[in-house]
């Protein structure tokens, strides 16, 4: 499932899936309803379920090139439940309280990003040794060189750790761009299924998905 033209490297593995979202109304004007955030919590019913082996499968994924994904570097998707058994983790927006959801559950890293605070061209691909990027308003950077991450024509803007500040959706967001960071093991159609689950949130908070 590729939406839009988003080129994607060789790269053994790896089982991304990408979605594009439009909403009927910025971000800003667009709360996440109950239903959205009753799934924001561990252990409760979802179509997708995570497992030990996604949770290696994902680590071995972003080690290919010599990234650590360990302490501060470790996948969003293993943050989310630390954060939600800690209640740490607010709703943000509903494009991002969905990816949230379905990476929660899934085990699935998934990046969202404002599509038009990406400049094309779009690929996935693996950033040199010394790349980097600050990832949120204090200015702290993330070094990225060897992770598998999303860039548009200004280098890496999203990855399965953290996304890059420039990129990531504000209130007057419309259109959005989900990057499901999945692995072919254990189950081939574990990504897909995730990316089946993300749209259908996403068409029923109102947006079109293509």
Excluded at 39 to 44: A, D, E, I, P
Excluded at 143 to 151: E, K, R
């Amino acid at each position: 499932m590729l939406a839009m033209n988003v080129d994607v490297v060789a790269y053994p593995g790896l089982a991304v899936q990408v979605l594009q979202a439009t909403f009927p109304r910025p971000l800003g004007e667009t709360a996440s309803p109950p239903w959205l955030l009753e799934l924001l919590r561990v252990g409760v019913a979802a179509p997708v379920q995570t497992s030990e082996g996604v949770r290696t499968a994902v680590r071995d994924v972003l080690r290919l090139h010599g990234y650590r994904p360990t302490g501060r570097g470790k996948p969003s998707s293993e943050y989310l439940v630390s954060a939600v058994g800690d209640g740490r983790l607010g709703t943000i927006n509903a494009a991002v309280d969905a990816g949230n959801v379905v990476s929660l559950h899934s085990g699935l890293p998934i990046s969202v990003v404002d599509l038009d605070l990406c400049r094309p061209p779009l690929r996935i691909d693996v950033p040199p040794p010394g790349s980097a990027y600050v990832f949120n308003r204090s200015g702290q950077t993330i070094d990225v060189g060897g992770l598998v991450s999303l860039h548009d024509a200004d280098g890496a803007c999203a990855n399965a750790v953290k996304d890059a500040q420039r990129t990531k959706t504000t209130p007057a967001t419309v259109r959005v761009l989900a990057v499901v960071w999945g692995a072919s093991a254990p189950d081939p159609a574990h990504a897909g299924r995730t990316a089946q689950w993300l749209r259908a949130v996403f068409e029923r908070l109102g947006a079109v998905v293509g």
